[in-house]
């Protein structure tokens, strides 16, 4: 009876050695599941020294646009006092009463002109209108 306790014993133990060795990995499956992943050689490849050198450097970039280049540049409150709406508003109507006086004094001999000026006044009020 001892000698069946021993054989049921090591087939126990030989039924979970097999259990374990299907869970285990072997350097095969290691080899071909790390063949997956790029490589040192591989990344090298991607993008080379030569490649990285194209792109700009701190350097370069401090060079393109230093602080007191940037500083002189137009602010944006420069470029709001350059135009404001209420200045092209302006700028529309002073324009147009020039072209009203001169549409008005003409004696009307060139018509030509006179077209091109409503054409002129046209221009400037639908300018003024998009803004």
């Given at each position: 009876m001892n000698k069946n306790k021993t054989d049921q014993l090591l087939e126990k133990i030989d039924k979970r050695?097999?259990?374990?060795?299907?869970?285990?990995?072997?350097?095969?499956d290691l080899k071909n599941e790390?063949?997956?992943?790029?490589?040192?050689?591989?990344?090298?490849?991607?993008?080379?020294k030569k490649d990285l050198d194209r792109f700009a450097t701190k350097k370069d970039l401090e060079l393109m646009a230093s602080k007191k280049d940037l500083e002189s540049m137009a602010t944006?409150?420069?470029?709001?006092?350059?135009a404001t709406k209420k200045n092209l508003k302006k700028m529309e109507v002073r324009i147009i009463k020039k072209i009203n006086f001169v549409i008005d004094h003409f004696d009307?001999?060139?018509?030509?002109?006179?077209?091109?000026?409503?054409?002129v006044e046209k221009r400037v009020g639908l300018y003024a209108s998009s803004i």
């Open positions: 050695l097999d259990s374990i060795e299907e869970r285990m990995v072997t350097k095969t790390l063949s997956n992943y790029a490589t040192k050689k591989d990344l090298k490849e991607m993008a080379s944006k409150k420069d470029l709001k006092s350059i009307g001999e060139n018509t030509e002109i006179k077209q091109r000026l409503d054409k």
